[in-house]
């Protein structure tokens, strides 16, 4: 099960363009580094649930990247 989601998001991951792969990535790193933070698991839920729609919609790349962005300021 592990192995397939993981499959899922790097096909997702894939199609992301350069400006949302840098945000995503400083994301993670600050997740890496700052590991005592805790993040609601309903804001999990809801980029998952962005992944997910913006990989069946590509035309909302602005709405997700926002989202992205809203969650990536609750790290600093």
């Keep these: 099960m592990m192995n397939a ?5 790097k096909h ?3 199609s992301f363009s ?3 792969l840098q945000t995503l990535a400083r994301m993670v790193e600050k997740l890496e580094s700052q590991s005592r933070f805790s993040i609601p698991q309903f804001q ?3 980029v998952l649930y962005r992944i997910q729609f913006h990989n069946e919609n590509p035309r ?3 709405d997700f990247y926002e989202n992205i962005s809203e ?3 609750s790290f600093t």
């Design 44 to 46: 999990m839920d809801e």
């Design 60 to 62: 909302t790349k602005l």
């Design 12 to 14: 997702k991951i894939e």
């Design 5 to 9: 989601t993981a499959e899922i998001l």
């Design 18 to 20: 350069p400006e949302l």
């Design 71 to 73: 969650l990536e300021n």
